[in-house]
């Protein structure tokens, strides 16, 4: 756990280094989201950047990740904070979540759509599982901070694939489909909160 978490904190520097405070993006999306109320799930666990955020302020939630080892990363660093008992992780799909339909008040997705090569079916679920009265915060990365992590990624020899979509697209179906958008923006990324439309 102790290993795990020192991981954690050189990954966050790391990104301090290219100019990426992960600990502030995470706190400007929160203070966007606010007021939070009701059921709460994040879709895309990751490595729990926003997950340890989330429960550091208080809240009982929801997290699902399709990657096991992912979510295991998180856990631990939510459990070395003894935070554990705040957050229910599942495996799941973000294209088939296990969740009946307006289940939740607030859905999160952080940094997740960019990983996927058509972010629709996955619009579709969020929505499917918020409630009419919730809304859906969506934040990725815009393309100052797609090449901010590129390069991040290469000074490590790897690569960092992308989706050719970006979040204006899924803000765009999501309007399409008469939902009302409230959008926001810090330099490396964007941020979408959409409310159901009135029935």
Known sequence: MVENHKKYRERIELYKRFGYDVEREREFILDKSCPLYGDILEVGTGKGYFTLALAKEGYRFTSVDISAEEQKFARLNIEYYGLGEKVNFQIADAEHLPFQDR???????????????????????????????????????????????????RSEGRRHPASRFDLNHTAAYLAGKGFRLEKYATKFQDLIIAFHPII
Request: aromatic share 12%; charged share 25%; glycine share 6%.
């Open 103 to 153: 289940q939740f008040d607030i859905v999160f997705c952080v940094n997740m759509f960019h990983h996927l090569e058509d972010p629709f079916p996955a619009g579709d679920e969020l929505a499917r599982v918020t409630s009419f009265e919730g809304k859906v915060v969506l934040s990725d990365f815009n393309r100052e901070g797609l090449k901010l992590v590129d390069e991040i990624h």
